[in-house]
């Protein structure tokens, strides 16, 4: 299985000793030809190295301290491999600079003597992916539905009960318990998969540790919550919306500041969508804020007038409650739109 491997090579015009750009190409079979001395090195321009046999030859650079290492080393043709693609652009002026994206890399092993063909790949590792995931849903859908029922819907099923709890409790209980096991799940992925702390990662891995730390403290607060008529029922209260509305603000930026990472790397258009879900949120959050405000306008009104008083109020707070459902019914529709785009391009990437 002999075959022609091309070796495309630049130099830096600044420091000739350093190489920033080696392109391999994989011709049809070659007759055979000794392999190039690279001692020759002395242009900018690319230059090809041709290898032969059924050994893979690489020319790796090591930068550092403007030192380079040039290394050979042999993989078998015949076994399958891991590809790994990088930009071939070189950069202006023949500067160093770092890669604003991972490479591409295969999603399984191939050969590469094998027939052309598409074989996929992705830029972005299988666990970060997976905690992308697991945040957006987490911190975009059950928590915003969550928070949203726990707000706005307690008087909406006075009378219905759920394992003994009432129905809105039981829904916000729920996805508050979800919401911290899918982050706790998400949390240790990218240790899992750097092996330790990030320190490329700006303030991405603080303020996660943080809405890691909040969510951890909301559950423990929840487990010895106060009962309602508890002198401090109050206190639990005020720091049960501290808590949480911080670890939702910090989640939210903490989602800016990942998105666009190396290891993930959406699409530009990510911090768009974004904008339009924090908008969605506030607009429906504001929404059923006034609507509430007008619904007990109507019942002072009511009572005061004194006029089919119980009756006029019933019907006030049926309508209410007609179109705040309606709301929760299109706010979620509109919520796991947003999560679908997300969770698509994260696919895709």
Not at 39 to 59: E, F, H, V, Y
Not at 150 to 176: C, D
Not at 245 to 267: E, H, K, S
Request: proline share 7%; charged share 15%.
């Amino acid at each position: 299985h002999s075959c022609h491997l091309s070796l495309e090579y630049t130099r830096s015009q600044k420091d000739p000793q350093i190489v920033h750009r080696v392109l391999l190409v994989l011709v049809q079979p070659h007759p055979e030809q000794e392999m190039e001395s690279p001692q020759n090195w002395g242009s900018p321009k690319p230059k090809a190295i041709r290898l032969r046999n059924q050994s893979l030859q690489q020319t790796i650079s090591f930068l550092k301290s403007k030192l380079v290492e040039i290394m050979l080393f042999t993989l078998p043709l015949l076994i399958v491999h891991n590809l790994l693609l990088s930009p071939p652009t070189p950069p202006p002026g023949g500067a160093i600079y770092k890669h604003h994206q991972q490479p591409l890399i295969t999603n399984g092993k191939h050969n590469i003597l094998s027939p052309l063909k598409d074989i996929g790949g992705s830029r972005s590792p299988f666990l970060i992916k997976i905690h992308g995931a697991l945040m957006f849903i987490g911190w975009i859908t059950t928590v915003s539905i969550g928070v949203i029922v726990a707000r706005f819907f307690k008087p909406v099923w006075p009378n219905t009960l759920l394992f003994g709890e009432e129905i809105w409790f039981q829904i916000h209980r729920s996805l508050m318990i979800i919401t911290i096991l899918l982050t706790s799940i998400s949390f240790v992925l990218p240790f899992i998969y750097r092996g330790g702390w990030n320190k490329q990662a700006g303030f991405h891995p603080y303020f996660g540790s943080t809405v890691m730390a909040l969510a951890l403290l909301q559950s423990l607060m929840a487990a010895f919550r106060p009962p309602p008529q508890a002198p401090r029922r109050q206190i639990f209260n005020w720091l049960h919306w501290s808590a949480g509305t911080t670890a939702r603000i910090l989640a939210v930026v903490t989602i800016f500041l990942g998105m666009d990472l190396p290891a993930l790397n959406l699409p530009p258009w990510d911090t768009y969508v974004m904008i339009g879900f924090v908008a969605w949120h506030v607009g429906i959050d504001v929404l059923l804020e006034l609507h509430g405000y007008c619904l007990i306008r109507k019942v002072e009104v009511l009572e005061d007038d004194r006029v089919q008083i119980l009756q006029s109020i019933s019907s006030a707070e049926a309508q209410g409650h007609t179109f705040k459902k309606a709301m929760l019914f299109i706010y979620i529709c509109g919520n796991i739109a947003f999560l679908v785009t997300f969770i698509t391009a994260v696919v895709q990437v």
